[in-house]
């Protein structure tokens, strides 16, 4: 059973685009602070991809977010951390 907590903290992940580049940590944090009360810990996990034009003759870079990992404490006093894979 999920608390409130984690409830709210999937309801406001799920709300963000990650696929565009209008989102940043400090917002989240932020953003999170106001309903847990607390700054919560936000890892992020990168994919990198690597594309070879024949045409150029290049190499281009795809950087994507794979993974986000938020850190907080819970109801019950305990560090709890949920993960969500964005690919």
Known sequence: MAS???????N??????FKRDDWKVPT????LRK???EEPGIDITYKKDVMINELKGVAEE????????IVFTDLDDKY???EFIID
Do not use: T
């Open 35 to 37: 309903f847990l009360g």
């Open 4 to 10: 409130m907590k984690e409830i709210a903290i999937r």
């Open 28 to 31: 989240i944090k932020e953003n």
């Open 80 to 82: 709890k951390k949920i």
């Open 62 to 69: 795809f950087k994507s977010v794979h993974k986000i990992g």
């Open 12 to 17: 406001y992940i799920m709300q963000i685009d």
